[in-house]
C-alpha cells in the first residue's frame, strides 16, 4: 500500500521506533530519491534538529508559538503564571539582527533587567531550562539556529526515533 501511494504521488511518513526500515532506500529500487531516512537519538549530533526556530525558520511566528507551547508542555506551566509571561517577554528580547533559537531564548531569561518584576521568575526559568536542555533526547529542541532541521519533503519519510517507548493507550497525558 505505501510503495503503490509514493508511486501515484502521495506521501507518506513512517514512524520506525525499532529502525526496521532502514533498508527501504537501497531495497526499494523503484522508489529510489524518493525516499528520506531520518533518524534521532540523544547523540549530540542531532542537538537542535527539532528547535523550532529551525524547523519554522520562514515563519517567525510559527516558530515561536511552538517554542512557548514546547516550553508551557515542557515545564508543567500554566498559560495564565508568571513564568508564561516572562517567556513571552524573553521572545520579545530577541532583535531581528540574532539567529533566534531555543537556545538564544533561555539566554534572554537570564537578562532581565534588575528592575524588572519578572526578573526572580525569569531566571528561575533560564536555570531549569539550561539544567534540561543537555539531557538526553530534549536536546533534540533546544539548538542555536545553525543546525539543519530535520527535512521531511520528500515522498516517502522514515522517521527512526531511537529508544522511543511508546506509553500504554490507558496513559493519561
Known amino acids: 500500500f505505501v510503495v503503490l501511494n509514493v508511486l501515484y504521488g502521495g506521501y507518506v511518513l513512517i514512524f520506525d521506533p525499532k529502525a526496521e526500515r532502514g533498508h527501504w532506500e537501497t531495497d526499494l529500487k ?11 537519538s540523544s547523540d549530540p549530533k542531532n542537538k537542535g534538529k527539532l ?13 515561536d508559538e511552538l517554542a512557548v507551547s514546547v516550553i508551557v508542555e515542557l515545564l ?34 537570564a537578562e532581565f533587567p534588575k528592575d524588572d518584576e519578572l526578573r526572580d521568575i525569569a531566571r528561575h526559568l533560564h536555570r531549569r531550562l539550561k539544567l534540561e536542555a543537555d539531557s538526553g533526547m530534549i536536546q533534540l529542541i533546544f539548538g542555536d539556529g545553525s543546525e539543519d532541521a530535520i527535512n521531511l519533503d520528500n515522498r516517502l519519510n522514515i522517521l527512526q526515533i531511537d529508544n522511543l517507548k511508546l506509553p500504554s493507550p490507558s496513559t493519561l497525558k
Not at 523503484?30 to 531516512?37: A, F, K, Q, S, V
Not at 528547535?51 to 516558530?63: H, Q
Open 51 to 63: 528547535d523550532p526556530y529551525n524547523l519554522y525558520r520562514e515563519d517567525r511566528k510559527e516558530a
Open 76 to 109: 508543567n506551566l500554566d498559560a495564565s503564571s508568571l513564568e508564561h509571561t516572562a517567556i513571552l517577554a524573553a521572545q520579545k528580547m530577541i532583535h531581528e539582527d540574532e539567529l533566534p533559537s531555543m537556545n538564544l531564548l533561555v539566554e534572554k531569561l
Open 30 to 40: 523503484m522508489l529510489e530519491g524518493l525516499i528520506t531516512t531520518v533518524t534521532l
